[in-house]
């Protein structure tokens, strides 16, 4: 797999069971390395571009970005959404009479209330599954305190629930050690989710990891400079 920064011609090649780390020393490129992913992430075109075997992925769908793992959130929007998704597959497979039956015994109650109403009412007599949940809030129930299982439970989660290819951690060694990197490292490689550390200043390598640094200013980037994916000319920014 593949992500490209096509603003400096950078090709990250995520490798099996290596966690890759880009290290970005330039303040100015830094900001605009994670505000372009930022955007690539929530769905707008930019300078990023992601492939398994030639074949283009949705980096919304594909790639997540964490700027504090003490600040993980499991359950986000998109979280919840696949998490609701998944209950009402299990609920029309393995649930659907009790579902019946709890649709019923709701209807019922409706139509009970709806007797002792000086004014009419109506409602809808279909059950609604994900208004039910939130009506509950379900939510997932993670209680650990310890930051690397955090972070190792949101790897898994985003693997299994969301489909997640790539997960991205902003200053991410800052906050671990090395014994934990190779616990999350081991944790990302047997789910099949690539890491991608990006750091602002190079810091002690892990025997796991792949090492990209960029040292050069954005007035030194070429304005006319473009990469082209085909051309085996074209010469990466990066250095291993």
Do not use: H
């Amino acid at each position: 797999m593949t992500l490209q920064w096509l603003y400096t011609g950078t090709d990250l090649e995520f490798e099996e069971n290596r966690s890759s780390v880009f290290v970005l020393e330039e303040s100015g490129v830094y900001a605009k390395f994670i505000a372009g992913l930022v955007e690539a992430i929530n769905g707008q075109e930019g300078d990023f571009s992601l492939y398994d075997n030639n074949k283009k992925l949705n980096i919304a769908k594909s790639v997540d970005i964490v700027f504090s793992p003490v600040l993980i959130d499991m359950n986000t929007k998109k979280i919840q959404t696949q998490l609701f998704n998944e209950m009402k597959e299990i609920s029309n497979d393995v649930c659907y009479e009790l579902k019946e039956k709890v649709n019923s015994m709701i209807v019922s109650y409706l139509d009970e209330l709806s007797t002792k109403l000086p004014y009419p009412i109506s409602f809808n007599l279909s059950l609604d599954e994900t208004g039910l949940y939130k009506q509950y809030e379900v939510r997932l129930a993670f209680e650990s305190n310890d930051l690397t299982e955090k972070v190792i439970n949101y790897i898994q989660l985003q693997a299994i629930l969301c489909n997640i290819k790539v997960v991205v951690f902003v200053n991410g060694k800052a906050y671990f050690s090395e014994e934990q990197l190779k616990e999350i490292y081991t944790c990302a490689f047997y789910n099949k989710v690539y890491i991608l550390m990006v750091e602002s200043e190079k810091k002690d390598c892990v025997p796991e990891e792949k090492y990209y640094i960029i040292d050069f200013t954005l007035d030194e980037i070429r304005p006319e400079y473009s990469f082209d994916v085909t051309c085996q000319g074209s010469v990466p920014q990066a250095l291993e």
